[in-house]
Nanobody, 123 residues
């Protein structure tokens, strides 16, 4: 079993930055592929980024490449999402996700979710 708790959301102007963090407990963190999804109002939840347990192969959706950076600290059991050059279309609830099966590196969600944190980007 894995428990995930996100933090760091908020309101920011377009062009600004936010850093989201996800703290994990339970399952051995270093075995987990970790990632982020987001869901905007009226839209389906979409994949944003993922990072393998070795932290060597980050993977991003095209819309955030060059602006967002995912990183992890296996000692602290955390995964972060640094978001720069934010746009109004980045407004969504962001969810941390954890995966044991490996599909997350192809954008397929794992079984474990956090409660979500709101990110609002004003124009």
């Amino acid at each position: 079993q894995v428990q995930l708790v996100e933090s760091g959301g908020g309101l920011v102007q377009a062009g600004g930055s936010l850093r989201l963090s996800c703290a994990a407990s339970g399952q051995t963190f270093s075995r987990l592929t970790m990632g982020w999804f987001r869901q905007a109002p009226g839209k389906e939840r979409e994949f944003v980024a993922a990072i393998s347990w070795l932290a060597g192969w980050p993977y991003y959706v095209d819309s955030v490449k060059g602006r967002f950076t995912i990183s992890r600290d296996n000692a602290k059991k955390t995964v972060d999402l640094q978001m720069n050059s934010l746009k109004p279309e980045d407004t969504a609830v962001y969810y941390c996700n954890a995966d044991l099966a490996g599909g997350l590196m192809a954008g397929k969600a794992g079984n474990y979710w956090g409660q979500g944190t709101q990110v609002t980007v004003s124009s």
